[in-house]
């Protein structure tokens, strides 16, 4: 048994990925801002088969609330041995380009709050030499395009981090597993139009579990991402501006 | 976007919305109401023709938590887009099992209860909605109700059946069935015409499930050529969740290979293949209930086209004869496919438009072409003329006036939609066929 904190655990991929947890019956604490629909989500793991389900009302943008909230996860399951963070936004790319207030928001939700929790939940996972921290990022991250530089900047900028925080904790038994999606058909992706490309949260909640038991560093999820971001970053710059990406 | 059914025909241009939180559903349901839109409710689009498609489509199948179970009473209540899949892979393990389940677990609660989902055990245990003991329902009129047999009958029996035309069911209570084992003891026999098989459903009227594949290409003696397959939970061993499917039929699969004399051919060596004698076999529920589930998106098989799922029900009391004449209309127009399924129907409920009632029941798929309409219509009038029915789930084509003739209960239906104000505000490209309000 796991004792598992999921931030942002009202997401589709997060509330997926707590389910193969709660089907292992690992001990869970979901934190986010709906409490209501974190309850609703508790009952459910719960009679999956979820040790425990603890739900923990947090805004991961009240950075000021972050040391206790982990503190008090940590209380709930009596140890910390795996930290989910899952929370964000997409923000629509042409409003952050006229207001940059909305960008910053943005930033806030996808890379700083991120950065925030991790700083807090390293420090006491390098303390205890054990654990592993797990955040969803995005192939948006790879490669700044037009159409979603901003979110993709958050996204690079969490991937960055994870990769200076990884060798840090290397030599501490800890590991951060990056994570990223390509399309996901979630709520908040529902205004694509969906294609052959997309794939569904259970999917990847199945990926990010079984990365986790092998302690990967880095996955695409589904994997023939890895193939397509490689393409993408491998197109010359010349070529690479004029395409609307 | 674009969006079809099950059968892939009709494909339509649809607005979709997910809904994740009941809140939502309430606010979805008010801008409708301002904008004068009639949304349409689709879970996991598992119908074949167009009742979960319309212009502004509300898919729930992300509503899918469970909320309470009783151990003792096995009585499960769950949001009403969790699928019958997700209830086996977490309940059989507990030793519970579905009391009633359709051909395949990619339907959710609030669509079985919507189409009023029947099994290969109808003879003996009914429809779906009779282990319904309640559920909450979104009315048009903005409430949400608590519905039961007891409660709000009138909507209740409107509902259940009800092809999703009267509110956006929120969460159900279900009774499961206790089950000793995941497997299934099945057993096949043949049969050589349609008498025989016939007979043979009353012979063994007394097993829990029974279902016959019919090979609908045969005439003359050897018209309804079938086999019947025997069925009940095994009293020992594993409670075992089955693994999930393996093959995926591409998308571009050419449907002009299932022709004719495929067909045939699979058929004789399908019937031929299964043994004389009557040898138990154990086997997963899966394979068992859900033998097309194992094939990933299997409803690309008849091409680009689509297809057409025809289900239709013979009253007992009509005679076998009936369904005989069916037969023979199939297998003269030559278009019947591979998978047709005969099986017996006991007696129906008291829902206002709920597909079974007394007597057989025989599903087939035509892979879509000109002439199919045509036949279909013609097929219709057969079966009203004997007093039968036409399963709306598999529907793309009933005319309105064939379905008021099916349905005699129809305008008692529209009565309790007008009290419950679903008028305009639940509709689907079916209803709108079908001439409802």
Redesign the interface.
């Known amino acids: 048994m796991k004792r598992i904190l999921i931030i942002g655990a009202t997401s589709?991929i997060a509330e997926a990925t707590a389910r193969v947890f709660a089907?292992r019956g690992d001990a869970l604490v979901l934190a986010g801002r709906?409490t209501q629909?974190l309850s609703?989500?508790a009952?459910?793991l719960k009679?999956?088969?979820a040790a425990q389900a603890h739900t923990l009302e947090l805004d991961a943008n009240d950075f000021g609330k972050h040391e206790s909230a982990i503190q008090q996860a940590t209380d709930h399951l009596g140890g910390l041995d795996i930290a989910l963070i899952a929370q964000g936004t997409l923000g629509i790319q042409n409003d952050c380009e006229k207001d940059f207030s909305l960008a910053v928001k943005e930033l806030n939700s996808n890379a700083i709050s991120v950065m925030s929790l991790l700083t807090v939940l390293a420090n006491r996972m390098q303390a205890q030499n054990s654990g592993q921290l797990a955040v969803i990022g995005s192939v948006a991250g790879d490669r700044g395009r037009p159409s979603n530089y901003v979110y993709g900047t958050a996204k690079a900028a969490v991937a960055t981090f994870c990769e200076g925080l990884r060798a840090r904790l290397y030599s501490h038994n800890v590991n951060v597993l990056l994570i990223k999606p390509g399309f996901v058909d979630t709520?908040m992706t529902?205004a694509f139009?969906?294609g052959?490309l997309w794939a569904k949260p259970d999917l990847i909640a199945k990926l990010i579990v079984r990365a986790l038991d092998r302690r990967a560093a880095i996955i695409y999820t589904p994997s023939f991402w890895a193939l397509i971001m490689l393409i993408i970053r491998s197109i010359p710059r010349p070529i690479f501006v004029r395409l609307k990406l | 976007?674009n969006l079809h059914g099950w059968g892939r025909y009709p494909i339509i241009d649809a607005q979709?919305?997910?809904v994740?939180?009941e809140a939502s559903a309430l606010q979805l349901l008010q801008d409708a109401q301002s904008k004068q839109q009639a949304l349409t409710l689709r879970g996991l689009g598992r119908s074949y023709g167009d009742s979960s498609l319309g212009d502004h489509v509300i898919d729930f199948s992300?509503q899918n938590?469970?909320?309470?179970?009783n151990q003792e009473a096995g009585l499960l209540e769950c949001e009403a887009g969790t699928s019958l899949r997700d209830i086996l892979n977490?309940f059989i393990p507990k030793g519970w099992f579905l009391p009633v389940t359709p051909g395949t677990q990619f339907v959710t609660v609030g669509g079985a209860i919507a189409s009023d989902v029947h099994g290969k055990n109808h003879h003996l245990d009914g429809s779906f909605s009779q282990y319904i003991e309640s559920f909450r329902i979104l009315t048009g009129a903005n409430e949400i109700l608590e519905c039961s047999a007891d409660q709000h009958p009138d909507l209740f029996r409107a509902t259940c059946g009800g092809m999703g035309l009267t509110g956006l069911i929120l969460t159900a209570r279900l009774r499961l069935r206790p089950v000793k084992s995941s497997d299934i003891l099945c057993r096949s026999i043949r049969a050589e015409n349609l008498e025989q098989l016939i007979a043979l459903f009353e012979e063994h009227v007394a097993s829990p499930y029974s279902v016959a594949w019919i090979d609908c290409l045969k005439s003359g003696t050897q018209l309804g050529r079938s086999i019947l397959m025997l069925g009940k939970h095994a009293e020992d061993g594993l409670l075992q969740v089955a693994g999930d499917a393996g093959l995926t039929i591409p998308?571009m699969f050419p449907g002009e290979l299932l022709n004719n004399t495929a067909i045939s051919a699979f058929n004789t060596l399908y019937y031929h293949r299964s043994p004389k004698t009557m040898a138990v076999q154990r086997i997963s529920y899966r394979p068992y209930f859900y033998p097309l589930d194992s094939l990933n998106d299997w409803n690309r098989m008849y091409g680009r086209k689509g297809f057409v799922q025809y289900q239709f029900m013979i009253p007992k009391t009509s005679g076998a004869n009936s369904m005989r004449k069916m037969i023979e209309a199939i297998a003269a127009s030559g278009k019947g496919s591979f998978l047709a399924v005969l099986k017996t129907f006991g007696p129906g409920n008291n829902n206002d438009l709920s597909f079974p009632g007394e007597g057989w029941t025989l599903a087939l798929d035509f892979r879509f072409d000109d002439g199919v309409l045509a036949l279909l219509d013609r097929l219709d009038g057969m079966v009203l003329d004997v007093g039968g029915r036409v399963y709306l789930t598999k529907d793309a084509r009933l005319k309105a006036q064939c379905f008021r003739r099916a349905y005699p209960n129809w305008e008692k239906f529209e009565a309790t939609r007008a009290r419950y104000g679903a008028h305009g505000r639940f509709a689907s490209a079916q209803s709108l066929r079908l001439g409802l309000l």
């Open positions: 589709a089907a709906d629909q609703r989500i009952a459910d009679i999956r088969g709520p529902a139009k969906k052959p | 976007m979709v919305t997910h994740q939180r992300l938590r469970f909320i309470g179970f977490t998308k």
